[in-house]
């Protein structure tokens, strides 16, 4: 006969963000209850409370987690070829989203009046118009117009893709090619973006 190991607070922790995770994964967020996350775990719903007070807390902290690493596995080398890596960077979200299409529709629908998940959100976005801003070589005033660019871009993007995992009217390569597509065009009218422009126009 073998005893359970006790398991460290943060251990726990990243126990019930793992059960959760499968089950907003699997499941439309009003169909995931508490009860079934604990079960999911092997343990009380008692237990579960102490560690998260409601399913929003649970599930902030799953998205957090995710985009967390999203970013770690997203980052842009200015030394490298830019645009490359931009590509690469919207095929590793798009798998993401593609394996946990209920959560990602929950966090923008759902829960879209959110403020956590609002501010998550709108933190990643921040975080990744930064890198591209860095990368993108530009400086003075086209900077400025780079970043409005690039925000109104990635909202952009964000729209398309959750708009492709709620209806699929159009297939992945071609949420790639519009996301792609848009971006050339917001950085066209922007100078010092030649070198971003020109790696786009050598990869079409």
């Known amino acids: 006969m073998t005893t359970r190991r006790r398991l460290s607070p943060d251990e726990r922790r990243r126990q019930l963000l793992d059960a959760g995770a499968e089950l907003f994964a699997a499941e439309p967020y009003d169909a995931v209850l508490m009860e079934n996350v604990a079960e999911r775990a092997g343990i009380s719903r008692a237990l579960l409370y102490r560690y998260f007070p409601n399913k929003r807390a649970l599930f902030a902290a799953i998205y957090q987690q995710a985009t967390k690493r999203l970013l770690a596995d997203t980052p842009i080398d200015p030394a ?73 871009w990635l909202l952009f993007v964000r729209v398309l893709c959750v708009e492709w995992l709620a209806d699929g009217t159009f297939t992945r390569p071609e949420l790639h090619a519009m996301c792609v597509g848009a971006l050339r065009g917001a950085l066209g009218t922007v100078p010092g973006a030649e070198r971003f422009l020109a790696e786009a126009d050598a990869n079409r």
């Open 80 to 152: 490298s070829p830019v645009f490359e890596q931009l590509s690469a960077g919207l095929d590793v979200h798009f798998d993401y989203f593609a394996a946990n299409r209920n959560t990602v529709l929950a966090a923008n629908r759902e829960l879209a009046g959110d403020p956590v998940i609002q501010t998550i959100v709108n933190d990643e976005l921040a975080e990744l118009r930064q890198r591209l801003l860095d990368a993108s070589g530009v400086d003075g005033r086209a900077r400025d117009m780079a970043s409005a660019a690039l925000t109104g």
